[in-house]
């Protein structure tokens, strides 16, 4: 589960935004929507990753593409607090 090495860094990026709820929520009612977004995503990875976002990048892809990951990320979100 490479993805979920990500998960701590992005919960620090939506707190930051104020956005940690709100995606939680899109995610858990997402079902199709998910996996429409995993494939903007790896559309737009040529044009958003630089050689130390690219793994992150593909992370988040193969994670929206997964309805049990994006339900297990989105609890995350809910359930930890990020300082």
Not at 56 to 82: C, G, I, Y
């Amino acid at each position: 589960m490479q993805e979920r090495s990500f998960w701590l860094s992005w919960a620090h990026i939506l707190q930051h935004w104020g956005l940690r709820e709100p995606v939680a929520a899109l995610l858990e009612a997402g079902g199709p929507l998910s996996f429409l977004l995993a494939q903007m995503v790896y559309l737009g990875q040529p044009l958003l990753s630089g050689s130390s976002s690219a793994g992150a990048w593909q992370a988040l892809a193969e994670m929206l593409e997964d309805p049990l990951q994006t339900r297990s990320f989105a609890a995350f979100l809910r359930e930890e607090e990020v300082a």
